[in-house]
């Protein structure tokens, strides 16, 4: 079992940039593959980005393409979502998410497939 925690969150005004932190407790963090997910106020959950176990394959939503950026730290059982060039419409939650995934290449951008999450860090992009 795993517990995530977000940090990184906050108030930035549009074209800025963010990074948010997931910390994830236990230490199988590298045997799990690892997402970003976002919800707005009144909307569903919405995949933003993914990265496989061995962390060589990465994935992105079309909205954030070009701009996010997912990666890991294995040795300090972190994922961080760099987020650059942002714009009022990606003001949300966003949760981290993890899967044991026993096939290094495993992902997927979809919520349910997820085990584990943490319980979110708001982003606000407003001038």
């Known amino acids: 079992q795993v517990q995530l925690v977000e940090s990184g969150g906050g108030l930035v005004q549009p074209g800025g940039s963010l990074r948010l932190s997931c910390a994830a407790s236990?230490?199988?963090?590298?045997?799990?593959?690892m997402a970003w997910f976002r919800q707005a106020a009144g909307k569903e959950r919405q995949f933003v980005a993914a990265?496989?176990?061995?962390?060589?394959?990465?994935y992105y939503s079309d909205s954030v393409k070009g701009r996010f950026t997912i990666s890991r730290d294995n040795a300090k059982s972190t994922v961080y979502l760099q987020m650059n060039s942002l714009r009022p419409e990606d003001t949300a939650a966003y949760y981290c998410a993890a899967k044991l995934s026993a096939n290094g290449d495993s992902w997927s951008s979809t919520a349910d497939w997820y085990d584990y999450w943490g319980q979110g860090t708001q982003v606000t992009v407003s001038s």
């Open positions: 990265m496989t176990r061995s962390g060589g394959n990465t």
């Open positions: 236990g230490r199988t963090f590298s045997s799990y593959a």
